[in-house]
């Protein structure tokens, strides 16, 4: 199963207050810095100084706002840092040339006017690639910043949405009928278990409450509330329900999404074990793999088609892989050897670490 789309490059977005008022702030301070020099180091000629505006202040805007355009349309936002900065230098280096070649041949044009040496001329193209440059990294800085905060609020809906949609998963008629069966038979013949079913459902209903509050949370974590979710299942399951665990101890501080293992482990449960008369045995495994953190959940059974609420499960946790790592984080659900298996790769990061949204 795969969750790649591709998409032609998006025209450049309209630009807001924000950037018109960079825009005008960057390269009117780089106007001003520049008459400054000129006031100090030169005689003062009008047309010059009038060049100086219109070149440094209405040119400069204009060539930027252009190269925008242009690198949306060539996709160089979607590109790596370390493959857009040899981009970005050329551009610099060929707008700092066409810049300073202009005000050369402008200033030889000048009745009066001495032009610029062989050394001013080299400082005007060095001062125009270092204002070029400049732009590029303040742009390319707070586009990321934008994108971030963009990622961050779609991240912070979807756990909203995948918080809801647990809700309905586990507080559906069916689940808590169950469970109030379960419970209410319980209270009569093991009061301390019944107990036991109170807290586990509490505990579970809390943290799927509270998942949309953190964008991770460590393997042990999440496998601690998936123990919850099992205990209430074996109520009703009994001995058909079996559950096996395979777990590298270091994968234990790995961070993943709430409610991830746990969606997968439900849907085994649910779609698989569940519907067989004989039950049959769900296994989690997790196990670090260099930089990375591989959890498979594997059930007795084969995937059945035409469970629209396994499918949005499913869905839902792709769709948050994909807002929180991006492509390097995996999954896919197939059959092998009478089991379904669900695996999800993830970028190994510790407990103590925050995953970047």
């Known amino acids: 199963m795969s969750d790649r789309m591709q998409m032609k490059n998006p025209p450049a977005p309209l630009p807001g207050r924000l950037y018109w008022v960079c825009q005008a702030a960057g390269w009117g301070s780089f ?106 990294l303040i742009y390319f800085a707070l586009h990321a910043r934008r994108k971030r905060d963009q990622r961050e609020l779609e991240l912070t809906l979807d756990a909203r949405d995948a918080q809801l949609d647990m809700l309905r998963a586990q507080v559906n008629p069916h689940f808590l009928f169950n469970c109030l069966n379960s419970l209410r038979a319980l209270i009569v013949e093991n009061p301390e278990r019944a107990t036991a079913m109170v807290t586990s459902l509490s505990d579970l209903l809390r943290y799927s409450l509270q998942s949309d509050r953190t964008h991770t949370v460590s393997l042990a974590e999440e496998l601690a509330i998936v123990d919850e979710y099992v205990s209430l299942e074996r109520v009703r399951f009994e001995d058909r329900l079996r559950v096996e665990r395979m777990l590298d101890p270091a994968a234990l501080a790995a961070r993943v999404p709430p409610m991830l293992v746990q969606t997968l482990v439900e849907n085994a449960v649910k779609h698989g074990v569940g519907i067989l008369p004989q039950g049959g045995v769900v296994r989690v495994r997790a196990a670090i793999d260099g930089h990375r953190v591989t959890i498979t959940v594997s059930n007795t059974g084969t995937i059945r088609q035409g469970h629209n609420d396994a499918g949005h499960g499913l869905r ?42």
């Open 31 to 136: 106007v001003l810095y520049t008459l400054a020099f000129y006031f100090v180091f030169a005689t003062v000629r009008w047309e010059v100084v009038l060049s100086i505006v219109v070149i440094d202040g209405l040119l400069c805007p204009a060539l930027t706002h252009a190269l925008r355009s242009w690198m949306y349309r060539r996709g160089w936002m979607n590109l790596p840092a370390r493959a857009r900065l040899p981009r970005a230098i050329a551009a610099a280096f060929v707008l700092a040339t066409g810049v300073a070649a202009l005000v050369v041949v402008v200033a030889r044009l000048t009745p009066g006017n001495e032009g610029f040496d062989r050394t001013g001329a080299s400082w005007m193209f060095v001062t125009f690639l270092w204002a070029f440059n400049g732009w590029l």
């Open 316 to 357: 839902n946790t792709m769709a948050r892989l994909r807002l929180l790592y991006d492509d390097l984080a995996s999954f896919s659900l197939t059959d092998a050897s009478g089991e379904t298996v669900a695996t999800v790769t993830l970028p190994f990061e510790p407990a103590h670490e925050r995953v970047a949204g």
